[in-house]
């Protein structure tokens, strides 16, 4: 179950990295480390201040919202 989780939120996260890239034409650094956060591979606490709104609203438009919080 958890694997088809991860799978539907990766297919999910790269279909919307594919359609942001095709309207706004290129790669922008709150799409990079949403994805980073998903993955796994970053947390949010280290998002540079200055992606924070970006990044965290790029995570709740893909409905992992919950993921856009400090650690404490």
Do not use: H
Not at 15 to 36: H, N, P
């Amino acid at each position: 179950m958890k694997n088809k989780i991860g799978l539907v939120v990766a297919l999910f996260g790269s279909v919307f990295l594919i359609l942001k890239l095709k309207w706004r034409g290129g790669v922008e650094m709150d799409v990079v480390y949403a994805t980073l956060i998903i993955y796994g591979k970053r947390t949010f606490a280290q998002v540079p201040m200055s992606l924070k709104e970006r990044t965290k609203k790029c995570l709740e438009d893909l409905g992992m919202g919950e993921l856009a919080k400090e650690e404490e």
